[in-house]
């Protein structure tokens, strides 16, 4: 599993779906068979977002779907996000709603705090330039040896699903000149990354910097 990792003060999740579809014609009643795994990405959303008892602010989360003829990104923002429960289906439900609003290359919203545009990774890197770009792969250098300092600014973390990426998206990382950090050698689900993120961040294992 590989993640890409971009620090703001808002900490920013990116995961890229190779598969996930890019319209609403799919069945809540059965999310995995139907929507390309968009399920990974709702549950990525659900680590991201949720609390015990609210959600986080100082998040956003950037959803790369890649499964139709045109690339679409949904992003969702912490302060404004609405209706968000801790099951994939809710998740999911709001981002049906999301594909279902025309997308063009500017952002449209669908709910409070969900947007929609056409565009991939590259187009969510050229957003995040000026933030510190960290991406999780299994050769990286181990995450607490990265300095508090380093991440006390504008940061993202990118994420793959279950595939991996690329070859072209490893280049597009590389050229955007993204740290390659790991959270260790084991393969880990997305949604399992982003919360040893929060966990790491949250704890502030990291060295003075």
């Given at each position: 599993?590989?993640?890409?990792?971009?620090?703001?003060?808002?900490?920013?999740?990116?995961?890229?779906?190779?598969?996930?579809?890019?319209?609403?014609?799919?069945?809540?009643?059965?999310?995995?068979?139907?929507?390309?795994?968009?399920?990974?990405?709702?549950?990525?959303?659900?680590?991201?977002f949720v609390l015990?008892?609210?959600?986080?602010?100082?998040?956003?989360?950037?959803?790369?779907?890649?499964?139709?003829?045109?690339?679409?990104?949904?992003?969702?923002?912490?302060?404004?996000?609405?209706?968000?429960?801790?099951?994939?289906?809710?998740?999911?439900?709001?981002?049906?709603?999301?594909?279902?609003?025309?997308?063009?290359?500017?952002?449209?919203?669908?709910?409070s705090g969900i947007?929609?545009?056409?565009?991939?990774?590259?187009?969510?890197?050229?957003?995040?330039?000026?933030?510190?770009?960290?991406?999780?792969?299994?050769?990286?250098?181990?995450i607490r040896g990265?300095?508090?300092?380093?991440?006390?600014?504008?940061?993202?973390?990118?994420?793959?699903?279950?595939?991996?990426?690329?070859?072209?998206?490893?280049?597009?990382?590389?050229?955007?000149?993204?740290?390659?950090?790991?959270?260790?050698?084991?393969?880990?689900?997305?949604?399992?990354?982003?919360?040893?993120?929060?966990?790491?961040?949250?704890?502030?294992?990291?060295?003075?910097?």
């Open positions: 599993m590989y993640l890409l990792l971009v620090f703001r003060a808002m900490r920013n999740f990116i995961v890229v779906g190779h598969k996930a579809t890019t319209t609403p014609n799919f069945s809540l009643e059965d999310i995995p068979g139907t929507s390309g795994r968009l399920d990974i990405l709702c549950r990525a959303v659900t680590a991201a015990s008892h609210g959600i986080r602010k100082d998040v956003c989360v950037y959803l790369v779907l890649l499964g139709g003829e045109v690339p679409k990104t949904i992003r969702l923002v912490g302060e404004t996000l609405r209706h968000l429960n801790p099951d994939e289906r809710t998740t999911a439900a709001l981002l049906k709603k999301a594909l279902a609003v025309p997308a063009t290359p500017p952002w449209a919203m669908s709910t947007f929609v545009r056409t565009g991939g990774l590259a187009e969510v890197l050229a957003d995040l330039k000026d933030a510190r770009l960290i991406y999780l792969r299994e050769d990286g250098a181990d990265l300095d508090a300092g380093s991440l006390s600014g504008e940061t993202a973390f990118i994420l793959g699903d279950h595939t991996g990426m690329t070859p072209d998206e490893e280049g597009l990382i590389e050229q955007a000149g993204a740290r390659v950090v790991s959270l260790g050698q084991t393969s880990l689900h997305a949604d399992h990354c982003v919360v040893l993120i929060h966990g790491l961040l949250d704890t502030n294992v990291f060295m003075p910097g």
